[in-house]
């Protein structure tokens, strides 16, 4: 799989404790329709692992049930050579090309 900033950010929210699609939307920002492929394309790559929760329990909360995901030892390995390639990415982006931040 190709290491991308978009399937690093999600790998990074499953790795961070946030397990299902909406959790991981509200952690990076990104939208649906680039998060629910990109953990899609995780899983068949073998990098998540995911499991359904129980029909009742998401019954009893008035919901409907939760596909909750968890990095597998691929993913791991996967993620570290993303941290180390967007920490180079970073350090060689041109200072005048850097987003500028906000003061607060």
């Given at each position: ?15 961070a404790g946030y397990h ?50 968890e990095v597998a030892a ?31």
């Open positions: 799989m190709n290491v991308t900033f978009t399937t690093a950010l999600v790998l990074e929210a499953i790795a299902y699609g909406f959790d991981v939307i509200d952690a990076t920002g990104l939208p649906s329709g680039t998060v629910y492929p990109a953990l899609r394309r995780c899983e068949e790559e073998g990098l998540l692992r995911s499991r359904w929760e129980k029909a009742a329990l998401a019954h009893e909360e008035g919901r409907p049930p939760r596909r909750y995901y691929s993913g791991e390995r996967w993620l570290q050579e993303a941290r180390a390639r967007f920490r180079r990415l970073e350090a060689s982006v041109p200072r005048k090309l850097r987003p500028a931040r906000a003061e607060g």
